[in-house]
């Protein structure tokens, strides 16, 4: 059995870059018996061991560059995508990557956060954090905002997936929570993405990051997914987060291993794009672009 | 003197039906794309916001 200590983090240290620099630490020892993700797999990264994200203890990343496809009110982002994620969403668009935490280039937090903090000085809005899922590389997050300013605006785009553990350290290190809510039931969540009690999960996590953070939420549109999903999602948000940020996105491609599942074969239809927007405004969500 | 090489990249799939939908779209992109349709609302906003931000330029027309 390993022994891990309890997650003690000090709330003497006040700026953001300190606080980050002291839990990257407590989060890497933590990687020895990693909670991070909902899976809640329990291995000893360090010492060689795989949960389901199939992780190790050194972060890779597959891009940093400048974007403006995200939210307009978070662009220009400078994006950082980190290898490997903690789901597997047959329909991923970067799937080769997010499926495979040894893909790209070895992490190095002072390196990356170099170039960031080049790219807000020439115009970048925001820095953002992602993956695959970021929440599996806790510890080099950590380190990464351990190097950069604490005025620039972070955001973490996440799965909405973590466990308290991750969300403990995760308290007061970004500006907004960009999360995903995919899936509307946890039947499609565990054909699709091959996971269970998703539903559950993600709601906890939207609830928690909403009552820490600014909160966007983002809903892919998948073909032949607007009643189980996209509904029950949009229902849920005018229930128990009225008001919140819901950007709608629409533009879904056959990635990946979407071939694998029949109604992902296609884009989504203009007539289901026709009817989400329906089902948003029944709901009165508060749609962003 | 060798010249730091930056590399971005963009994927782009084009549906028969004419639309293009974009995954991680960058500035460069962005003006390619706001160039080829500037009637697409969204994607002028988006190329003329990282503009905006750098220089002020406008690069194309108010909707």
């Known amino acids: 059995m390993i022994c891990t200590p309890p997650v003690t983090i000090s709330q003497a240290t006040t700026t953001r870059r300190a606080l980050a620099h002291e839990r990257a630490r407590l989060a890497r020892e ?78 190095d937090a002072a390196d990356i956060a170099k170039k960031a903090r080049h790219a807000l000085r020439n115009g970048a809005r925001t820095i953002m954090v992602l ?49 995903d809510f ?4 946890d039947d499609c969540a565990r054909r699709l993405a091959k996971i269970s009690d998703y539903v559950r999960v993600v709601r906890e996590n939207l609830l928690w990051a909403d009552e820490r953070s600014e909160l966007i ?21 005018a229930e128990n987060l009225p008001g919140v940020k819901v950007n709608l996105r629409s533009g879904f491609w056959p990635a990946w291993k979407s071939a694998r599942h029949s109604e992902l074969h296609g884009t989504v239809s203009a007539v289901e794009t026709g009817l989400a927007s329906q089902i948003a405004r029944m709901y009165e969500l508060n749609l962003i672009p | 003197m ?3 090489k930056i590399e971005l990249s963009t994927e782009l799939l084009i549906l028969s039906d004419g639309r293009i939908l974009v995954q991680n779209l960058t500035q460069p992109m962005a003006d390619i794309l706001n160039g080829l349709n500037p009637e697409d609302k969204l994607m002028c906003q988006r190329a003329r916001i990282g503009h905006r931000r750098n220089s002020g330029q406008k690069i194309c027309k108010q909707s």
């Open chain 1, 30 to 107: 933590l990687l020895a018996d990693c909670h991070f993700c909902a899976h809640d797999c329990g291995v000893n990264r360090l010492a060689g061991e795989f949960g389901l994200c199939r992780a190790g203890a050194a972060p890779r990343f597959f891009t940093t560059q400048v974007e403006v496809s995200d939210e307009l009110e978070l662009i220009p982002t400078f994006a950082i995508a980190l290898s490997g994620c903690d789901l597997r969403c047959d329909f991923c668009i970067t799937g080769k990557e997010s499926w495979n935490p040894h893909a790209g280039e070895n992490f």
């Open chain 1, 131 to 179: 993956g695959g899922e970021p929440t599996i590389h806790l510890p080099a997050a950590l380190e990464l905002i351990a190097e950069l300013p604490d005025s620039a605006r972070l955001i973490w785009k996440t799965n909405a997936h973590s466990a308290a553990q991750a969300r403990e350290l995760l308290d007061g290190m970004f500006d907004v929570w960009l999360a």
């Open chain 1, 182 to 185: 995919k899936f509307g039931n």
């Open chain 1, 217 to 237: 939420v983002r809903h892919l549109l998948m073909p032949g997914h607007i009643d189980c999903c996209w509904k029950p999602v949009a229902e849920w948000l």
């Open chain 2, 2 to 4: 060798k010249k730091n």
